[in-house]
C-alpha cells in the first residue's frame, strides 16, 4: 500500500473526496437496507395465492425480518466493535443479498420466511456506517455525515414503496428480490472498494450467553407486541411469552452486570446522556411508525366512507416519496443546527416538529395534498431526530464501545415502531364504521392514532430536557485515528 493511501493527511486534496465516497457509499448501504425493509408492502395481501398459504401463516414473511432485525442489530454492533465495523459490515450485506436470492428463487412458504429472516439479519449496517463514520470522518464533517448516514433509513423507506408498487404491478413479484439483491450486490462492492477498516477495536471474548439471553427476550417481547392481537392478548400464548420477555430481560441484565465482557455495557447505558436519548428514540420511533400505518390506510380506504380517498399502491408511494427527500435535505440543516447549538437542541427542535406534524394531520386529511404536506412536515422532523441521535450517543460513549451503543440506540427505534404498531393496531380495531357490512377503521380512530402520535413527539421532546447540555457532544476523532482509517484493499 502507498505512502498516499495510508496517511491521508499528506494525501493533500484527495483526501476530503475520499472522505466524500465513504459517506455516499454507507449511505447508499442504508438506503438499500431500508428498501428491503419496505419491499413486501405492495404483495403482501397477495401473499397467501402466491405462496399458497393461510394469511395467517404469510404474515411471518414481516415478522421474520423484524425479529431478525432486533436479534442481529446489537449482536453485530458488538462484533463490530470486536473483530472490526467494516468486515461485519460486509457479511451484513452478504446477508442480505443472500437472503434476497432466497426469496427471489421462492415459490413456497418456508423458503419465503428464510430468505426474509436473512433479510432482516443485514439491519445492523446504517448503525455500523454511523460507527464507520466515527472512526474516518473529520470533526468538521461527523455531524453532516452521521446526519446523512442516519436519513438514509427514511430515504429508502420513502423510496422504497413506490418503486416496489411500481415494479409489482408491471413485472412478477420475484422481481422485486432479484433487484433486492443486485442492489446488494453493488452496495458490497463499493463498500469493498471505498470504505476503510478502523484500528480502533475492543476485542476480547464474545459474550455468547448475553447474545442468546438478549436475543430469546427480545423474540419474547417482539412475539407478544407483533402478534398480541392475532392471537388474543389475554391467551396464553400471548401472557405466556410476556411473562418470558420480562423473566428473560430481568436474567440478561443481571448477567451483564456481572460479566467483565458484557454485550450491552448496562452501566454505560445508564449514564444519563445515553439512557434519556434512548428512551426518546423508542418514543420517537413510535410517532415515525404511526405515520406510516395512518396514511396509507386513508389513501385507499373508499371514497363513500366519507374520509377515504380511492387511491391506489402506487399513488400512496407517491405521495410518501417526497418525505424521503425533505429527510435528506433536513439532515444538512439539523447537522448546522448541531454544531451551533448541539444535538440536544437538534433532537428537540425535531420533536416538536414531529408533533405539529400530527396535529396538523389532524384537521387536514381530506386532500391528497393535505397528506403529502403532513408526511412531509413530520419527514422534516425525523430529519432532524436522526441525525442528533447518533451525536448524542456517539458523544457518551468511549470510541470501543460505537458500534454496540449505535446498534442499541437504533433498537430502541426498531421497539418503538413494534409498539406503534401494536398500540395503532387496538385503536383501529376498536374504532371502526359499518361499511356495506365490512368493519373499517372510522375517521375518528385515524384521529386518535395520530393525536398519539404527536403525544409521542412531545414525550420524546420531554425525555430530551432530560439529556445534559454540553457545549460539545460530538467527539473529535484523534488525529491518528483519522489518519489510521483509510481504505485499505479487500
Wanted: aromatic share 6%; with cysteine.
Amino acid at each position: 500500500m502507498s505512502d498516499a493511501l495510508a496517511r491521508p493527511a499528506a494525501a493533500g486534496p484527495s483526501a476530503p473526496p475520499r472522505s466524500n465516497a465513504v459517506v455516499a457509499v454507507l449511505a447508499l448501504a442504508g438506503i438499500v437496507v431500508a428498501l428491503m425493509q419496505t419491499l413486501v408492502i405492495p404483495i403482501v395481501p397477495e401473499l397467501p395465492k402466491l405462496l399458497d398459504a393461510p394469511a395467517s401463516d404469510t404474515a411471518w414473511a414481516v415478522t421474520a425480518t423484524l425479529l431478525a432485525a432486533a436479534v442481529a442489530t446489537p449482536v453485530v454492533g458488538r462484533l463490530g466493535d470486536m473483530v472490526g465495523k467494516r468486515r461485519m459490515l460486509v457479511v451484513s450485506i452478504l446477508m442480505l443479498i443472500s437472503g434476497s436470492l432466497v426469496c427471489a428463487l421462492a415459490d413456497s412458504l418456508v423458503p419465503m420466511i428464510v430468505g426474509r429472516a436473512l433479510q432482516g439479519l443485514a439491519a445492523a449496517v446504517v448503525p455500523l456506517g454511523i460507527s464507520i463514520l466515527r472512526d474516518t470522518v473529520s470533526a468538521e464533517k461527523l455531524a453532516s455525515s452521521t446526519a446523512v448516514m442516519s436519513a438514509s433509513l427514511g430515504v429508502g423507506g420513502a423510496l422504497g414503496l413506490p418503486t416496489a408498487a411500481f415494479i409489482a404491478d408491471n413485472w412478477d413479484w420475484h422481481v422485486l428480490f432479484w433487484t433486492s439483491a443486485a442492489l446488494g450486490v453493488v452496495s458490497l462492492l463499493l463498500v469493498l472498494v471505498f470504505v476503510p477498516e478502523s484500528k480502533n477495536r475492543a476485542g476480547g471474548r464474545f459474550d455468547l450467553v448475553g447474545s442468546l439471553g438478549l436475543s430469546a427476550g427480545l423474540v419474547s417481547l417482539l412475539l407478544t407486541v407483533s402478534k398480541g392481537s392475532d392471537w388474543g392478548w389475554t391467551s396464553g400464548t400471548t401472557l405466556g411469552l410476556g411473562t418470558a420477555a420480562v423473566v428473560i430481560l430481568l436474567a440478561w441484565g443481571w448477567w451483564e452486570l456481572k460479566s467483565k465482557q458484557p454485550l450491552v455495557d448496562l452501566r454505560t447505558t445508564a449514564k444519563t446522556q445515553v439512557l434519556f436519548t434512548n428512551l426518546a428514540s423508542i418514543a420517537l420511533g413510535f410517532s415515525m411508525f404511526a405515520m406510516s400505518l395512518v396514511l396509507p390506510q386513508l389513501l385507499q380506504l373508499p371514497e363513500q366512507t366519507g374520509y377515504g380517498l380511492g387511491k391506489s399502491m402506487m399513488t400512496v408511494g407517491l405521495v410518501l416519496a417526497p418525505q424521503g427527500f425533505v429527510m435528506m435535505v433536513m439532515s444538512a440543516v439539523s447537522a448546522k443546527v448541531t454544531k451551533a447549538k448541539g444535538p440536544k437542541a437538534t433532537l428537540m427542535i425535531g420533536a416538536l416538529i414531529v408533533a405539529s406534524g400530527y396535529a396538523l394531520n389532524i384537521v387536514l386529511m381530506s386532500e391528497v395534498w393535505h397528506l403529502v404536506l403532513v408526511s412531509c412536515i413530520i419527514g422534516a422532523g425525523v430529519g432532524f431526530t436522526y441525525g442528533a441521535m447518533p451525536a448524542l450517543i456517539m458523544g457518551a460513549v468511549d470510541p470501543s464501545q460505537t458500534g454496540a451503543a449505535n446498534s442499541l440506540n437504533t433498537l430502541m427505534r426498531s421497539l418503538g415502531t413494534s409498539f406503534a404498531s401494536a398500540i395503532a393496531g387496538v385503536v383501529l380495531a376498536q374504532m371502526t364504521t359499518d361499511f356495506g357490512g365490512y368493519a373499517l377503521p372510522s375517521e375518528n380512530g385515524f384521529k386518535v392514532v395520530m393525536a398519539i402520535g404527536a403525544g409521542a413527539a412531545l414525550l420524546a421532546f420531554f425525555l430530551a430536557t432530560f439529556i445534559p447540555k454540553h457545549k460539545e457532544t460530538v467527539r473529535v476523532p484523534a488525529a491518528d485515528e483519522v489518519e489510521e482509517a483509510t481504505p485499505v484493499k479487500a
